[in-house]
C-alpha cells in the first residue's frame, strides 16, 4: 500500500478487509433486517474504512439513518428517560426538528467508517491528510452528506479536531460510558467489585462463540432481541444470527455465552475489539428472569474483566447509564462530524440547526440528567 503501518493501524487494516470481504456489495437485510444500505469501501492513509450508503427514501436504524438518529430514536429516548412535564414539550421540538431534516432530504448520507455497530472503533490519524480526504469524498458522493459517527474527545480528540479543520461541523449525538482503567475503577466502586465475584460465582457456564452451534446463534439472536428490540427499541439494529456466525467466524466479534445446567444459552454478549480498543454491541438476556439471576451484571462483568485481562480502554456505549457510573464508567459526549458545503443551502441550514439545538439543549440536558 505504500505507506508503513503501526500494529494498531494494521489491526485496523485486517479488521477492515474481513468486514468488506464478507459486506461489500451484499445485501444488508440478511445480516441487520432493518437495515437497508450498500456497502462500500474507500482507502485513506493505506487504510482500507467500511462506507455506509443511506438514500434519501430509507427508514434505516439509526446506525446507518441521521434521521432515525436524530428524530424518530430521540423521541422515543424522550418519552422514555424524561419527566412527563418537561418530555411533553421536547417531543414538540423533536417534531419541528423531523420536519426540517426530511424536507432537507438528511438521510441521502454515506458514513464513513461504519460498522453496522452502535459504536465505531477508530484507528490513529497518523499518515492521514484530512484536506484531501475531504476533497476526495465530495468528489465521490458529491449528492451525500459525509458523516463520521461515534467520536468523542476522550477518544477521539485528535479526529474531532482534524475533522473540524477540514470543514466538518461536529453534531452532539449522546452521552457514552469510558473505561479506562478497571483496577482503579474495582478499588473505587463496590458494584463492580462484587459483579466480577458474581462472575466467578455464577452456577452458569461460560462458553466460548467460536464453539457456538447453529442453536446457539439463534438463540443468541432472540437474546439481544429481547433486550435492545424488545425492552429499549425496534429502531435500535437488529442483528440476525447469520450476522452473529459471520462475524464470529471471520473475528470480527467474540462471543461469550452463559448456558445452564441443561445446556440452555440464558445470555451471551458479544465484544468488538481492534487492538486495546473495545466495545459490546451485542447483549442479550432472557428478560424474563429474576432480576436476582443479574444477567445484565454478569455478561457486563465478563466484558469489564476482559478489558482488565488485554489492558485495553472500553467505550460501553450509551443506555444504563446510572448502571455504568455506579462501576467508573466516565461519561463522554459523543459527536457526528458531516460535511455539508458542496450540498444544497436548504440542508446545510437544517445542519446547522441541528447542531445548535443539540449543542445548546441536548447536550445539556444529557448532563443534568446523566443520560
Not at 419541528?96 to 432530504?105: F, S, Y
Not at 482534524?162 to 452532539?172: S, T, Y
Not at 473505561?179 to 460465582?201: E, P, T, V, Y
Amino acid at each position: 500500500m505504500g505507506e508503513t503501518l503501526y500494529a494498531p493501524q494494521q489491526c485496523f487494516v485486517e479488521l477492515a478487509t474481513a468486514f468488506s470481504t464478507l459486506h461489500a456489495g451484499v445485501e444488508t437485510q440478511k445480516f441487520v433486517r432493518n437495515v437497508d444500505v450498500r456497502i462500500e469501501s474507500v482507502t485513506f492513509g493505506g487504510m482500507p474504512f467500511p462506507v455506509t450508503i443511506n438514500d434519501i427514501d430509507s427508514e434505516n436504524a439509526w446506525v446507518c439513518s441521521p434521521l432515525t438518529t436524530y428524530s424518530r430514536y430521540a423521541l422515543e429516548e424522550t418519552r422514555r428517560l424524561f419527566p412527563r412535564a418537561l418530555a411533553w414539550p421536547l417531543c414538540g421540538v423533536i417534531g419541528t426538528v423531523d420536519r426540517w431534516l426530511r424536507n432537507a432530504g438528511i438521510d441521502q448520507a454515506v458514513s464513513i467508517n461504519n460498522w453496522l455497530l452502535s459504536t465505531n472503533l477508530y484507528p490513529s490519524t497518523e499518515s492521514l491528510d484530512f484536506a484531501a480526504i475531504r476533497e476526495a469524498l465530495k468528489s465521490r458522493w458529491p449528492g451525500h452528506a459525509i458523516w463520521f459517527r461515534s467520536l468523542n474527545y476522550m477518544q477521539h480528540a485528535e479526529w474531532l479536531h482534524a475533522l473540524e479543520r477540514a470543514g466538518f461541523e461536529l453534531i452532539p449525538t449522546r452521552q457514552v460510558y469510558l473505561f479506562h482503567d478497571i483496577d482503579r475503577c474495582a478499588a473505587n466502586h463496590q458494584n463492580l467489585r462484587r459483579d466480577l465475584k458474581h462472575l466467578i460465582s455464577t452456577p452458569l457456564h461460560r462458553v466460548a462463540g467460536h464453539t457456538f452451534s447453529d442453536t446457539d446463534f439463534t438463540e443468541s439472536e432472540r437474546l439481544y432481541s429481547l433486550l435492545y428490540l424488545d425492552k429499549y427499541s425496534r429502531l435500535n439494529p437488529h442483528y440476525t444470527a447469520t450476522f452473529l456466525k459471520a462475524w464470529q467466524r471471520n473475528r470480527l466479534l467474540d462471543l461469550t455465552g452463559f448456558k445452564d445446567d441443561s445446556g440452555k444459552l440464558r445470555a451471551v454478549v458479544g465484544i468488538f475489539a481492534q487492538g486495546r480498543l473495545l466495545s459490546a454491541p451485542i447483549v442479550g438476556y432472557d428478560t424474563s428472569a429474576p432480576v436476582s439471576d443479574g444477567l445484565y451484571r454478569l455478561l457486563m462483568a465478563h466484558v469489564l474483566s476482559e478489558t482488565r485481562e488485554r489492558s485495553g480502554i472500553l467505550n460501553l456505549s450509551a443506555g444504563a447509564a446510572h448502571f455504568k457510573r455506579l462501576r467508573g464508567g466516565e461519561p463522554a459526549i459523543e459527536y457526528s462530524a458531516v460535511l455539508s458545503e458542496h450540498l444544497p443551502d436548504s440542508l446545510r441550514r437544517a445542519l446547522r440547526r441541528l447542531r445548535l439545538l443539540t449543542q445548546h439543549l441536548g447536550v445539556p440536558l444529557m448532563r443534568r440528567f446523566q443520560l
